[in-house]
Structures are given as structure tokens and as C-alpha cells.
């Protein structure tokens, strides 16, 4: 590439400003990690919802290529 490379290339050779740690950052670090755990929990059970969804549909209709055809109408 020629002389006048893109930011991309240079993004990371300056080290991050980084500010000090206080109770307030701390307290919001740890608001954004429950939070973050809360989210995982309720995908999980989303995707176990799902699971038991399939698990009726495949007990009612067996190995059929139809299974989602009731959800397309």
C-alpha cells in the first residue's frame, strides 16, 4: 500500500486513554456485568424454550419437512 495508509492500520499503536478506577466506574463495571449475566441467563432459557418447542414437534410429527409449515401461515 502506498504512503497514506488508513486509520485502521494505526489504530491500535497509541495505547487507550484509560481513566483511574473509581467507586462510580467500579459500581457501573459491576451494573453492566449483571446485567450482561442476566441477558445470558434469559438466552438460555430462550434457546431451552425453543429445544422444548422442537421436542413437541418432532414427538407430533415425527421426521417430517413440514415441521414450520403452521408457522408460515
Do not use: K
Not at 47 to 64: A, P, S
Amino acid at each position: 500500500m502506498s504512503e497514506g495508509r488508513g486509520i485502521l492500520e494505526h489504530m491500535f499503536d497509541q495505547p487507550f486513554y484509560v481513566t483511574e478506577d473509581t467507586p462510580q466506574s467500579q459500581a457501573l463495571v459491576e451494573r453492566i456485568s449483571g446485567l450482561a449475566r442476566t441477558e445470558n441467563r434469559a438466552a438460555a432459557q430462550r434457546l431451552d424454550t425453543i429445544g422444548d418447542l422442537w421436542l413437541i414437534r418432532l414427538r407430533d410429527c415425527g421426521e417430517r419437512e413440514d415441521w414450520n409449515e403452521g408457522l408460515l401461515r
